[in-house]
C-alpha cells in the first residue's frame, strides 16, 4: 500500500494541475469549466465577464507578491513550490507536475533561476496577449479556456516523470 501512495498522489497532482479530475472526459472539462469561471470571477472586478488586461494584470500582482514570502521582489522556486503545495493541498513538492523550476523557466529572462516581478508581469502580459484571440483587449471564459489548455500542453513534466 505505501509503494501505491506515492503514484497515487503524483496521478493526483497531475489531474489538479491541469484542471481535471480522474473522472470521464465530460466530469473533466466540466471541472476546466469550473477552474476557468472561478479564475474569471477573481480576476473581473467589475463584474462584466470578461477579463481585460488591466484586470489580468492586477490579479497576476497579486498572484506574484503572494508568492514572494520575503518580499524581495523575487519568486524562487522553493517559494513557487510552497505557493502551489498550498494551493493544491499537498506536503511535497515532489508531487508538483510540472515542477516549478519548469515553469519559472520560460519566464525567468536573465536565466538566474528566480522570477522578479518585472519578469512575471511581461511573461503574464504576454499570456494575456496570446490568450486574447480575437485582440479587444478583453478575454472572455472560451479565450481563458482555450489558453489554459494551450499552456498545460505546452509545459513539460517534472524531471523523472518522462
Known amino acids: 500500500m505505501d509503494k501505491i501512495r506515492p ?9 489538479l494541475y491541469a484542471g481535471l479530475t480522474l473522472t470521464p472526459s465530460a466530469i473533466a472539462a466540466d471541472a476546466v469549466n469550473d ?3 472561478a479564475t474569471i470571477k477573481a480576476m473581473d472586478t467589475n463584474r462584466d465577464g470578461m477579463v481585460s488586461a488591466a484586470e489580468h494584470a492586477a490579479y497576476a500582482k497579486t498572484q506574484f507578491s503572494a508568492m514572494d514570502t ?11 513550490d510552497a505557493a502551489r503545495m498550498a494551493k493544491l493541498k ?20 536573465n536565466n538566474d533561476g ?10 503574464t502580459e504576454k499570456d494575456f496577449n496570446t490568450m486574447d484571440a480575437n485582440h479587444d483587449g478583453q478575454l472572455s471564459a472560451d479565450e481563458m479556456r482555450i489558453g489554459y489548455d494551450s499552456k498545460v500542453a ?9
Open 90 to 109: 499537498i506536503k511535497t513538492a515532489v508531487a508538483l507536475i510540472p515542477a516549478s523550476a519548469t515553469l519559472i523557466k520560460p519566464m525567468d529572462s
Open 7 to 15: 503514484f497515487t498522489r503524483t496521478l493526483l497532482a497531475i489531474s
Open 70 to 80: 520575503n518580499h524581495d521582489g523575487q519568486v524562487t522556486v522553493a517559494e513557487m
Open 154 to 162: 505546452s509545459v513539460s513534466p517534472a524531471p523523472g516523470m518522462n
Open 114 to 123: 528566480m522570477v522578479s516581478a518585472e519578469e512575471h508581469a511581461a511573461a
Open 35 to 37: 477552474h476557468i469561471a
